[in-house]
């Protein structure tokens, strides 16, 4: 099979892949029939903080006297192997593999296809879900018998509907008048814990918002200068502002940024998009302290 990465891949993701080819290579087949690099090293990104990715879909989650004996064969260590309460769809394992960390997750295909059946059609706007879109698009199929390549082919339009429904989930708690000047109380007392967390909090809504706007399907918070780089709409500076919000280092200075990064993106919706309470909300905020 003939295995690429996207151009300008750094060499240490083409190492990454050459090491989870090795892996791919040795697995059972009743541990999947279909096995798929993802993360970092298959968007091209991975640097030496980086580790492996590997999901693998098979038609039954096999139990542990399948996993452990393989991975003792191939020399991993450290092994912690994780099936969720309740759970026959999917299962997870984390493990040492020559001194590098592979996190390495096992689904169904039955259960892989219908969550991608749901969100292709838009009925999924979970931020937990959506992400998954992120992940199987820049897959690099390891061993296929197709599957990977129909599921990438389903994810190729943003659906209908979707982005309007995520734009009003997270811009409603900003309409909300009493909520945005709870900030200033916060940096008044410098409560720096309970501020942080709702700055973290408008910085999601603001994450899952700018990738509706711009109707693409939002990634993994990590490598953010990297995903948000090819967006036509986004506020100007926008990873060097959210350093800002996030330092702290001033805190009324934060919430400041942080209002007008929020007020920034609504301005950069079209206007199918009605989030004017939320606008007058914040904007009310922002006017009430000079900073």
Same mark, same amino acid.
Request: hydrophobic share 45%.
């Given at each position: 099979?003939?295995?690429?990465?996207?151009?300008?891949?750094?060499?240490?993701?083409?190492? /990454?892949?050459?090491? *989870?080819?090795?892996? #791919?290579?040795?697995?059972?087949? *009743?541990?999947?029939?279909?096995?798929?690099?993802?993360?970092?090293?298959?968007?091209?990104?991975?640097?030496?903080?980086?580790?492996?990715?590997?999901?693998?879909?098979?038609?039954?989650?096999?139990?542990?006297?399948?996993?452990?004996?393989?991975?003792?064969?191939?020399?991993?260590?450290?092994?912690?192997?994780?099936?969720?309460?309740?759970?026959?769809?999917?299962?997870?394992?984390?493990?040492?593999?020559?001194?590098?960390?592979?996190?390495?997750?096992?689904?169904?295909?039955?259960?892989?296809?219908?969550?991608?059946?749901? &969100?292709?059609?838009?009925?999924?706007?979970?931020?937990?879900?959506?992400? /998954?879109?992120? %992940? %199987?698009?820049?897959?690099?199929?390891?061993?296929?018998?197709?599957?990977?390549?129909?599921?990438?082919?389903?994810?190729?339009?943003?659906?209908?509907?979707?982005?309007?429904?995520? &734009?009003?989930?997270?811009?409603?708690?900003?309409?909300?008048?009493?909520?945005?000047?709870?900030?200033?109380?916060? #940096?008044?007392?410098?409560?720096?814990?309970? /501020?942080?967390?709702?700055?973290?909090?408008?910085?999601?809504?603001?994450?899952?918002?700018?990738?509706?706007?711009?109707?693409?399907?939002?990634?993994?918070?990590?490598?953010?200068?990297?995903?948000?780089?090819?967006?036509?709409?986004?506020?100007?500076?926008?990873?060097?502002?959210?350093?800002?919000?996030?330092?702290?280092?001033?805190?009324?200075?934060?919430?400041?940024?942080?209002?007008?990064?929020?007020?920034? %993106?609504?301005?950069?919706?079209?206007?199918?998009?009605?989030?004017?309470?939320?606008?007058?909300?914040?904007? #009310? *905020?922002?006017?009430?302290? *000079?900073?």
């Amino acid at each position: 099979m003939m295995l690429t990465l996207p151009e300008g891949a750094t060499k240490r993701s083409s190492e /990454l892949l050459a090491l *989870a080819q090795e892996l #791919a290579a040795t697995c059972p087949p *009743a541990l999947a029939r279909e096995i798929a690099l993802t993360g970092s090293a298959a968007h091209g990104w991975a640097d030496n903080h980086s580790d492996i990715e590997l999901n693998l879909w098979v038609e039954r989650i096999p139990g542990r006297d399948v996993w452990e004996p393989w991975l003792q064969s191939i020399g991993a260590t450290d092994i912690d192997i994780s099936v969720p309460p309740g759970s026959d769809g999917w299962m997870w394992t984390g493990y040492r593999f020559r001194g590098i960390w592979i996190e390495m997750g096992l689904a169904t295909l039955s259960s892989q296809d219908e969550l991608l059946t749901r &969100i292709a059609a838009g009925e999924a706007t979970q931020h937990d879900l959506l992400i /998954l879109v992120s %992940m %199987m698009r820049d897959a690099v199929p390891l061993r296929t018998e197709g599957w990977i390549e129909g599921w990438q082919q389903r994810l190729e339009i943003y659906p209908e509907g979707l982005a309007e429904n995520i &734009i009003r989930a997270n811009t409603s708690v900003w309409s909300d008048p009493h909520v945005p000047p709870v900030r200033w109380a916060l #940096a008044d007392r410098r409560d720096l814990l309970a /501020l942080s967390l709702r700055l973290q909090w408008d910085i999601g809504n603001l994450f899952r918002v700018l990738f509706a706007a711009n109707e693409t399907w939002e990634p993994d918070v990590k490598w953010l200068a990297k995903t948000t780089e090819s967006l036509p709409l986004k506020p100007r500076r926008l990873v060097e502002r959210l350093d800002t919000v996030l330092s702290l280092q001033d805190p009324h200075r934060s919430v400041a940024e942080m209002f007008t990064l929020i007020l920034d %993106m609504l301005a950069l919706l079209p206007d199918r998009f009605d989030v004017s309470k939320a606008q007058d909300s914040v904007l #009310a *905020a922002a006017r009430s302290r *000079a900073v």
